[in-house]
């Protein structure tokens, strides 16, 4: 799959139901048919949109973890809790499922946001707030993640 871009503005409605920018449903239209799996983020207060091709290569990377380990089993039970299968409707709408709009404190006001090649759901204050905090020390993180890096297309 391509990877994705952007990062837009949206409103969900009172059923949880975020009709998705119109960019976005360009880059998955490739992909729409297929559905979609949506699930916690590890790290945030978001959602993370996965398309079906991406989540099941993500699942065969976690279904190779020896399950006779108990910190696999933890991690699996933890990473998978709450994934749901959701698909979008003729219109372009997304229904979240209540359980994942409360888990991401969602509102009226969202942010659907690419991050390569899954989107990412937030709630649009908290999605301000962990860019704000984000960009206090950005710059050492982008050192220690890319800085190793003696490639001279990243600039």
């Known amino acids: ?15 949880g139901r975020i009709l998705m920018p119109i960019a976005i449903k360009k880059q998955l239209s490739s ?13 945030n207060s978001c959602l993370e949109l996965y398309p079906v091709k991406e989540w099941i290569l993500l699942m065969e990377k976690i279904n190779s973890l020896n399950r006779f380990n ?14 749901k ?20 404190q969602i509102g009226k006001e969202i942010v659907v946001s690419s991050a390569v090649n899954i989107l990412e759901i937030w709630d649009k204050s908290l999605y301000e707030k962990a860019i704000d905090e984000a960009t206090l020390d950005f710059g050492a993180l982008a050192e220690e993640v890319m800085g190793d890096k003696n490639d001279d297309t990243i600039s």
Do not use: W
């Open 70 to 83: 108990k910190k696999n089993n933890d991690f699996i039970r933890r990473f998978t809790a709450g994934v």
């Open 1 to 15: 799959m391509q990877h994705l871009i952007g990062t837009y503005e949206c409103k969900a409605d009172t059923k």
């Open 85 to 104: 299968t959701v698909e979008m409707d003729i219109s372009g709408r997304l229904l979240i499922p209540k359980d994942l709009v409360k888990h991401a």
């Open 31 to 43: 992909v729409i048919t297929n559905g979609f799996v949506l699930k916690r983020s590890v790290f």
